[in-house]
Nanobody
């Protein structure tokens, strides 16, 4: 299985960040992996779990990001998407998508994509 993140590398403050994770080798609707996960790592900080979508479509979010974050999917394209609204420079990070048996720690990771929030 392979995961590949894509999206803009630069986003302006107050805008919405949208990232897509394209999955190959397994369907996101089967139970091979139960969860499809988003994690980010700001510069100089540790990884931060953002949210996840279960294979059934249920979603789970970090309490600190819940008001600004949504995870959705396009089953026809076998991909899932992260949106973060009202971004600030503190949202600058490397964003990773992953597949996991639990909702927290991926067992398969994408390569990550750098997102910088700056005017």
């Amino acid at each position: 299985v392979q995961l590949q993140e894509s999206g803009p590398g630069l986003v302006k403050p107050s805008q919405t960040l949208s990232l897509t994770c394209a999955v190959s080798g397994v369907s996101i609707t089967t139970t091979t992996y139960y969860y499809w996960i988003w994690i980010r790592q700001p510069p100089g900080k540790g990884p931060e779990w953002m949210g996840a979508m279960r294979y059934s479509g249920s979603t789970y979010y970090s309490p600190s990001l819940k008001s600004r974050t949504s995870v959705s999917r396009d089953t026809s394209r076998n991909q899932f998407t992260l949106q973060v609204t009202s971004v600030t420079p503190e949202d600058t990070a490397v964003y990773y998508c992953g597949a996991g048996i639990t909702s927290i720690v991926p067992v398969v990771w994408g390569q990550g994509t750098q997102v910088t929030v700056s005017s």
